[in-house]
Antibody, heavy 121, light 109 residues
Framework: EVQLLESGGGLVQPGGSLRLSCAASGFTFSCCAMSWVRQAPGKGLEWVSVVSGGGGSTYYADSVRGRFTISRDNSKNTLYLQMNSLRAEDTAVYYC??????????????WGQGTLVTVSS | EIVLTQSPGTLSLSPGERATLSCRASQSVSNSYLVWYQQKPGQAPRLLIYGASSRATGIPDRFSGSGSGTDFTLTISRLEPEDFAVYYCQQYGSSPPWTFGQGTKVEIK
């Protein structure tokens, strides 16, 4: 059974940093690109970032490029999101998701339960 | 970037009724690479349909997807109590950014 378990969320002041983790199990982690998707309170879904199965290629949404860094450790079956220079508009539940598809044409077939990040003074 | 517009914003129906949800893209979605997700309060989204019309594993056959180009539809043939939720479409026909529609809420009438 595929399981994704996020951690690392919490309350942080504007301008601060936070590192999210996502522990994966139930599948061969290195096979699959992985994404972070976020959802602001009461709002819709926003794709944030993706990393390839080997970790060598990444993409970011314009809203986070230059501030967030996605990475993975395939030896630990763990996905990360380093978030710097946080803003109030980054407040959201952050979901880790497994990507399905080919050639950078991906959808999200499994999702974690999410971790809440609140940016406030 | 492809913009997805879902309609209606809210659909008020009774159990047993048919639900028809629309997702319109600002430009053609390559290969009909469009998916539908269901999200219930406090839960993560769940994949329902991929490739516009293929049901994901374990999804009941009352859920069906159709469409191509810029116009896509999710149909729930007979609403069950557990189907009242928010539904999102997402396109993956191009390299990132992948975009979502704003969602359609299916509520009990």
């Amino acid at each position: 059974e595929v399981q994704l378990l996020e951690s690392g969320g919490g309350l942080v002041q504007p301008g601060g940093s936070l590192r999210l983790s996502c522990a994966a199990s139930g599948f061969t982690f290195s096979c699959c690109a992985m994404s972070w998707v976020r959802q602001a309170p009461g709002k819709g879904l926003e794709w944030v970032s993706v990393v390839s199965g080997g970790g060598g290629s990444t993409y970011y949404a314009d809203s986070v490029r230059g501030r967030f860094t996605i990475s993975r450790d395939n030896s630990k079956n763990t996905l990360y999101l380093q978030m710097n220079s946080l803003r109030a508009e980054d407040t959201a539940v952050y979901y880790c998701s497994r990507n399905r598809g080919t050639g950078w044409q991906y959808y999200f077939d499994y999702w974690g339960q999410g971790t809440l990040v609140t940016v406030s003074s | 970037e492809i913009v997805l517009t879902q309609s209606p914003g809210t659909l008020s129906l009774s159990p047993g009724e048919r639900a028809t949800l629309s997702c319109r893209a600002s430009q053609s979605v390559s290969n009909s690479y469009l998916v539908w997700y269901q999200q219930k309060p406090g839960q993560a989204p769940r994949l329902l349909i991929y490739g516009a019309s293929s049901r994901a594993t374990g999804i009941p056959d009352r859920f069906s997807g159709s469409g191509s180009g810029t116009d896509f539809t999710l149909t729930i043939s007979r609403l069950e109590p557990e189907d009242f939720a928010v539904y999102y479409c997402q396109q993956y026909g191009s390299s990132p950014p992948w975009t979502f529609g704003q969602g359609t809420k299916v509520e009990i009438k």
